[in-house]
C-alpha cells in the first residue's frame, strides 16, 4: 500500500497531491510539468514537502505533523532514472552490489543470482557500462535498485532514453519483477501505452494535483497520448 498526502511549493509550481494505492504497479500519469516527479522525489526523501503524510506498506516515511522525515538512505527506495547513471569506473557486478553493501544481511531478502537471472545480465558482470547498450544499462540500474533490498522501487521515466526495440525488452523485464518479486512499483511515464501495459492503477496527474485515481483503464480510456516530458 502506497498512501501520499503531500503539499509543497517549488517556485511557481504548487504540489497538494493526495492519493492512496495498493497495486503491483502504479503508473504516475500526466503531461510535462504535472508533478510526476516531484511525486517520486517526495516518496524517495530527496525533496521535503511543506506539509503531509508519506506511507509505503503501514511503515511512516513522512509526517509533517509529527516531525517524521526519514533519511533517504534509510527509506528503502529503489530509485531508477531516465539516465542508468551507473558508476563509468565499475564493473557490471560492482555496479549491481553497490548499495547493497548498505544493508545488514537481515535486510536482504533480494538475492543477488536471482535479479541477475532475472534481468538477463549474467554475461555482462563483468564489462564496464561504456561497453553496454542503452537497454542494458537500464537492466544493470533496475538490477542495482533491487539489490539494494528496497520496500518499493521508484522508476522516473525509465524507457524515455531507448528506441522501440529496447523500450519492448526493458518492459518485458519489469513484467517478470512484477510477477517474480512482488515488490511494488511507482511508474512514471507520460506514454499512455507504457502505463496501459504495466500499471494497475493509474494515478492522474495535472498541474500539481491529482485529478483521477483508479484501475488504469478506466481512468485512461478517454485519454490522447501525449507528447513528452516529465
Known amino acids: 500500500m502506497i498512501d501520499v498526502d503531500v503539499a509543497q511549493r517549488l517556485g511557481d509550481f504548487a504540489l497538494d497531491v493526495k492519493f492512496a494505492a495498493d497495486a503491483p504497479i502504479v503508473g504516475l500519469?500526466?503531461?510535462?510539468?504535472?508533478?510526476?516527479?516531484?511525486?517520486?522525489?517526495?516518496?524517495?526523501?530527496?525533496?521535503?514537502?511543506?506539509?503531509?503524510?508519506?506511507?509505503?506498506?503501514?511503515?511512516?516515511?513522512?509526517?509533517?505533523?509529527?516531525?517524521?522525515?526519514?533519511?533517504?538512505?534509510?527509506?528503502?527506495?529503489?530509485?531508477?532514472?531516465?539516465?542508468?547513471?551507473?558508476?563509468?569506473?565499475?564493473?557490471?557486478?560492482?555496479?549491481?552490489?553497490?548499495?547493497?553493501?548498505?544493508?545488514?544481511?537481515?535486510?536482504?531478502?533480494?538475492?543477488?543470482?536471482?535479479?541477475?537471472?532475472?534481468?538477463?545480465?549474467?554475461?555482462?558482470?563483468?564489462r564496464k557500462p561504456r561497453t553496454l547498450s542503452g537497454g542494458e544499462k537500464q537492466r544493470v540500474a533496475i538490477g542495482r535498485a533491487l539489490l539494494a533490498q528496497p520496500r518499493i522501487l521508484l522508476m522516473d521515466e525509465p524507457l524515455a532514453s531507448l528506441d522501440a526495440p529496447r523500450k519492448a525488452e526493458i518492459l518485458d523485464y519489469i513484467e517478470r519483477l512484477r510477477d517474480d518479486l512482488r515488490i511494488p512499483i511507482v511508474f512514471v511515464s507520460h506514454s499512455l501505452d507504457e502505463v496501459m501495459r504495466l500499471a494497475d492503477t493509474v494515478v492522474l496527474l495535472a498541474e500539481g494535483k491529482c485529478v483521477a485515481v483508479g484501475p488504469t483503464r478506466d481512468v485512461l480510456r478517454t485519454q490522447e497520448p501525449m507528447p513528452g516530458g516529465r
Do not use: M, W
Not at 511512516?60 to 509529527?66: H, I, K, N
Open 29 to 126: 500519469f500526466g503531461a510535462s510539468g504535472s508533478g510526476k516527479t516531484s511525486v517520486v522525489n517526495a516518496i524517495a526523501g530527496v525533496a521535503t514537502p511543506q506539509r503531509g503524510t508519506i506511507r509505503v506498506n503501514g511503515s511512516v516515511l513522512f509526517d509533517s505533523a509529527t516531525g517524521v522525515n526519514v533519511r533517504p538512505e534509510h527509506r528503502r527506495v529503489g530509485y531508477v532514472f531516465q539516465d542508468a547513471l551507473l558508476f563509468p569506473h565499475l564493473d557490471v557486478r560492482s555496479n549491481l552490489l553497490y548499495g547493497q553493501r548498505l544493508r545488514s544481511p537481515s535486510e536482504q531478502f533480494i538475492d543477488e543470482k536471482r535479479v541477475v537471472d532475472l534481468l538477463g545480465l549474467r554475461a555482462l558482470l563483468h
